[in-house]
């Protein structure tokens, strides 16, 4: 497994922040986590508010601990509540039910973190997520096609835009 160094965390963090300014979205808070669930590097912008840190890395490990975005991990508590009150008993890390938690996958789409976001609105939170994934290089499950959804097992999000 190839793990993710502490610059490309920081890139996909920086990249994300780029995002929310063509946005004009509300002051972010950006975590990366490695495969493992460890905090690789956390950025909060200027005026965001307190307990951002634990926001954006139980939506990143939310993502994690079920592979997929932490927007179907909500959907997902939505259907199924007694599995998610189960998994988030047994888990070793926070699980917060909100969009903004994307996994990061190389070019062969081998999971090597998860980015956490929060701050603005859900679909903002996403969207400037995967444009910090795609600027330091890495993929997103949206950049997957059909062909390799399938043999990848991931679970797409219907299309993300912006709702303002």
Known sequence: MRALSMDEALQIILGT?????????????????????????????DG?????????RGKAFASLALNRSSR???????????????LRAISDGPIFLEAGGQLIRDRDGEIVGALGVTGDVN??????????????????DDDFDEAECRRLNIKKDAPVKDPR
């Open 17 to 45: 922040f780029e995002h929310a300014g063509k946005l004009k979205s509300h002051a972010l808070a950006a975590i990366v986590l490695d495969a493992g669930g460890q905090v690789k590097a956390f950025l909060k912008q």
């Open 48 to 56: 965001a508010s307190i307990k951002r840190f634990e926001i954006a």
């Open 72 to 86: 179907q991990v909500l959907q997902k508590a939505r259907e199924k509540p007694l599995f998610m009150e189960t």
């Open 123 to 140: 679909e903002v939170d996403d969207l400037c997520a995967m444009a910090g994934i795609r600027a330091a290089g890495y993929r997103c």
